[in-house]
């Protein structure tokens, strides 16, 4: 019992500092200049392919980088369902929703690990860079499973996650941020935790179709392929990195760390330009697709 209660406290937390740190970056999230989270959300909804008059979930829906294009293509007579559990993020989808006329949208403060939805209602559940914030994903995705009707599908991305690397970020960064900082970001993205089994998902493409396997879910593809992120210098992709995931670890970094992680980063971004030209780095994105297996 002991096990159990110190297991939610400790999720809990978790999940508190997350939903601060994107509330604290809802304002500016994926605006400032630096193109990542819109290619590859387009990307993700190619591979989903939504039909016209399809319902479908976001997890973790953000300002709807995914759920927006998802829901032009299913039309007026379909319905997409945005949950989040950021205050500030929904608030600001609702904002974009209405810039973009895309009226079809529906957008919730929700605990995307718990979903509290109805059986069988949905035809696609989406989520792009979220899952992998989720303290028991495995867990998730069986519920997501039970969410689907008859033939329904999922698609998610991850970022693809090696023991070696800087977890999210693309190998290249390994050498200019130091592996000591990943005390501050979350539990399960430290490398010693992809060995153990309930993250080591994020890793390993066969323990991905595992998982998938058994939550209920066939067809299972993983496809990794790389999204090109650009940023106009590495100023820009530096104050872009506190609106994203690294947040996390900005915010508890010593203000004299930070400092010159920010020096150091801006420094090797800039040497990657071809003169003004922008930085442009190719990102490795996992993206799963699979169908509910009834
Ligand atoms: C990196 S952002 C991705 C947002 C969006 N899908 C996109 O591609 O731009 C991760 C999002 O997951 C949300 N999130 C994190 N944990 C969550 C949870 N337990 N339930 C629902 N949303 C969560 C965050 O608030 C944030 O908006």
């Not at 973790?60 to 927006?68: I, K, N, Y």
């Not at 950021?86 to 718990?114: C, F, K, P």
Request: with cysteine; aromatic share 8%; proline share 7%.
């Amino acid at each position: 019992m002991n096990t159990a209660a110190t297991a939610t406290t400790a999720a809990d937390t978790y999940k508190t500092k997350v939903t601060a740190a994107f509330n604290g970056a809802a304002a500016t999230y994926d605006r400032l200049g630096v193109e990542f989270f819109t290619p590859m959300g387009r990307r993700l909804v190619e591979l989903a392919a939504p039909r016209p008059a399809e319902r479908l979930l976001d997890v973790g829906c953000g300002l709807g980088a995914t759920l927006l294009p998802a829901a032009t293509r299913i039309g007026p007579a379909g319905h997409a369902l945005g949950i989040d559990i950021a205050e500030a993020m929904i608030e600001e989808a609702g904002r974009e929703a209405e810039r973009q006329s895309i009226t079809n949208v529906e957008l919730r403060v929700m605990d995307g690990e718990h979903p509290d939805l109805p059986a069988r209602s949905f035809d696609l559940v989406l989520g792009s860079y979220s899952v992998i914030f989720l303290p028991d994903a495995r867990a998730a995705l069986a519920r997501y499973a039970g969410l689907l009707r008859d033939g329904g599908r999922i698609a998610f991305t991850s970022p693809v996650f090696t023991r070696d690397t800087f977890p999210f970020l693309p190998p290249l960064f390994s050498k200019w941020i130091p592996l000591s900082l990943l005390s501050h970001l979350p539990e399960s993205w430290h490398p010693e935790q992809l060995h153990r089994q309930l993250h080591s998902w994020l890793e390993d493409p066969a323990d991905l179709e595992a998982a998938l396997t058994k939550a209920g879910f066939t067809d299972v593809r993983i496809v990794d392929e790389p999204v090109r992120m650009t940023a106009a210098s590495g100023e820009d992709w530096v104050n872009w990195s506190h609106t994203q995931g690294m947040r996390l670890l900005w915010q508890h970094l010593p203000q004299d760390e930070a400092a010159a992680l920010r020096e150091r980063l801006i420094g090797e971004l800039d040497a990657l330009r071809d003169g003004d030209g922008p930085v442009e780095i190719e990102v490795p994105v996992r993206y799963v697709t699979a169908k509910a297996a009834r």
